[in-house]
């Protein structure tokens, strides 16, 4: 074994530009880029074929400052799955000596390729090679114990996510949209990838060349000839930038603040062939994603309709809100300003719920003296195997204690402050005797948010079929009074009563651990069929994509590594689409707690709306 691990890291360390030294796990092998370098650094002909197109193509001027310093992605197909809006403009870069430069991509646009044909050459230039490198790896280490092998793998991983980052930004659109849903999963990808995925949930570059090219844009939708025939004033630097588009802060001539969406020029031409050369890619190399990226597909034909997004914002609005405004607020649209290009709703004032999630964690591993990554290892250690088996009242219970945590160090502090307040009510007069109050910091109650998250998507699935299929962190908003933003309706589904009682019904089974048949039952009106109708196999990718992502069900593999399985040991032939999106807002809701160690059930939180929604329809299960 020894020798087989010794020859396969010779082999590794062969392959161009992997690097000449094996550096021991836990130190940096970041390689600084070649000096005077201004786009990839040079490797050979692939690059030279992607800066030669990245002039010729480029449209709108501007160039790419260095190699971007966030890391990619290797599961490329994993790139069609979906995304969502997303805040924030500024992407981090290397410059030629290998440190850090910020580009501020609102006024900078980062060159691209816009050609259909030199696009697909360029995904399959960098992807063919990357996969073929992957696929040898797991075959020469096939049987071998992972703590033998992760060394190597890591290798690889940084040999390749510089490159993989670098064509997604290259490219943009539908790749970044993939790389945003492939954050929103913590055990989907190595954390070479992960830093790469997660920062573009909030900063995405823009592809308007200045703000001239965006009142153009907004003047011609609108049917406008200046802007402040709408406008009292829009604000130049983004504070939003999707796949599709970018949002802007405005003011309306009413006085209302107002966020305005503008979608990128000629982005839906370029979203189809992208999603015609992943899926061709994924029909050989990742045969498991193809019946989610033909729903995908089918829901791209509406997300480039801004008034599609805007009726499903509304009519969302008006379902959620009568019963959750305590707890949720969903932005109201301007009508009679939203056009196929352009759309105008409120602004919400608030943060990103996982940047401010983030920063609040890093703020308390730095009172233990630890980092965020170390942090984060030492609570996975704590709790591993634990969380399973959740039940329903988990959440609620945890952030009904947090909630009770929360007043009583309010309390705390007004009694420590009391005295400050009367001292300065007095003596504290005299310039310079003044002393300041003393509060505690207010943690975000996660487990009361997840716990909002899972019952408000359960009303929108069972009482109305009508449900945003695209629930990621970038798409979830803390607001300044307590509330949870939630924006972006560009994906959304409706279901029929009969489909909403199917899909009840398998919720209602995996909840109560019925047995297999119970299960299997429940989805004869599914669609569901498979190559050899292995009961077992479909039991798991149901609990899989609908409930859990335990080891019961994943046999301790990660998605890809489960999908693979699944697809090898009997592969899915047919599926009705309506449930795909039912069971991805599943795996994105559960993949949010999963970022912070906690692992749930669904069907445990979504079996009382199952059951009122099965009573209704006089079915029992």
């Not at 074994?1 to 992997?18: D, F, H, N």
């Not at 001539?253 to 992943?278: C, H, M, S, Y």
């Not at 009361?448 to 408000?456: A, F, K």
């Not at 080891?551 to 990660?558: A, I, S």
Request: proline share 3%; aromatic share 10%.
């Amino acid at each position: 074994m020894a020798s087989k691990v010794a020859t396969a890291g010779a082999l590794l360390r062969q392959w161009k530009g992997l690097g000449t030294k094996c550096v021991p796990r836990g130190i940096s092998r970041q390689l600084p880029w070649p000096q005077g370098t201004s786009g990839v650094s040079p490797g050979g002909a692939r690059d030279a074929f992607c800066r030669r197109y990245a002039t010729a193509e480029a449209t709108r001027g501007g160039r790419h400052e260095g190699r971007a310093w966030v890391k990619g992605l290797f599961a490329v197909g994993s790139l069609g799955v979906g995304g969502g809006l997303v805040a924030g403009t500024t992407v981090y870069s290397r410059d030629a000596k290998g440190k850090g430069v910020e580009v501020e991509s609102g006024s900078q646009v980062v060159s691209g390729i816009t050609n259909g044909l030199a696009r697909s050459a360029v995904f399959y230039w960098y992807a063919l090679p990357i996969y073929t490198q992957y696929k040898l790896t797991e075959w020469w280490f096939d049987g071998t114990p992972f703590e033998d092998s992760e060394y190597y793998w890591d290798l690889l991983h940084d040999r390749h996510c510089g490159t993989v980052e670098y064509v997604c930004l290259l490219l943009k659109g539908f790749y970044l949209k993939g790389a945003q849903v492939a954050s929103t999963r913590d055990d989907l990808l190595p954390q070479q990838y992960l830093a790469f995925c997660k920062k573009f949930q909030d900063e995405v570059p823009t592809e308007l060349a200045g703000r001239e090219e965006l009142e153009r844009t907004i003047c011609s939708s609108l049917g406008i000839k200046d802007i402040h025939e709408v406008f009292e004033c829009i604000d130049s630097t983004p504070v939003g930038a999707a796949s599709i588009g970018v949002v802007h802060r405005a003011k309306l001539r009413d006085g209302r603040v107002v966020a305005v969406k503008v979608q990128f020029p000629d982005i839906e031409e370029r979203f189809r062939n992208d999603l015609k050369t992943v899926k061709r890619f994924c029909s050989f190399a990742l045969p498991s994603h193809m019946p989610f990226l033909d729903e995908i597909e089918r829901q791209f034909l509406t997300e480039f309709d801004y008034r599609g997004e805007a009726e499903n914002l509304e009519r969302i609005r008006k379902d959620v809100l009568p019963g959750w405004k305590r707890h949720v607020y969903i932005p109201y649209v301007v009508k009679d300003l939203c056009t196929k290009e352009v759309m105008v709703m409120e602004y919400l004032e608030g943060t990103n719920l996982l940047k401010s999630l983030v920063k609040q964690y890093e703020r308390y591993a730095a009172k233990q003296g630890l980092t965020l990554k170390e942090l984060a290892e030492k609570s996975a250690g704590e709790g591993k195997g634990k969380g399973g088996g959740s039940k329903a009242t988990s959440l609620a219970v945890q952030g009904a204690k947090m909630y009770v945590a929360e007043k009583v160090a309010q309390l705390r502090d007004l009694g420590l402050n009391l005295p400050r307040f009367l001292y300065n009510l007095t003596l504290g007069w005299v310039p310079g005797w003044a002393v300041p109050y003393r509060w505690s910091e207010r943690p975000i109650n996660l487990a009361r948010v997840l716990d909002i998250l899972m019952q408000v998507h359960a009303h929108e699935i069972f009482r109305h079929g009508f449900f945003n299929a695209d629930p990621h962190p970038g798409n979830i908003m803390l607001l300044k009074d307590g509330r949870i933003g939630l924006i972006d309706y560009g994906q959304v589904k409706q279901l029929s009563l009969e489909k909403r009682v199917e899909y009840a019904k398998l919720v209602v089974y995996l909840a109560k651990d019925k047995r297999k048949s119970a299960v299997l039952q429940a989805t004869e009106g599914m669609g569901l069929v498979t190559k050899n109708m292995n009961h077992q196999i479909i039991y798991r990718t149901l609990a899989f994509f609908h409930d859990r992502d335990t080891d019961d069900v994943t046999g301790g593999k990660n998605i890809q590594q489960f999908m693979d399985w699944c697809n090898a040991e009997d592969p899915i032939l047919d599926l009705d689409d309506d449930y795909v999106l039912v069971g991805r807002v599943s795996l994105l809701l559960r993949g949010l707690g999963n970022a912070f160690n906690l692992k749930l059930r669904v069907t445990q939180y979504w079996r009382s709306e199952a059951e009122r929604l099965l009573r209704s329809a006089g079915v029992r299960a």
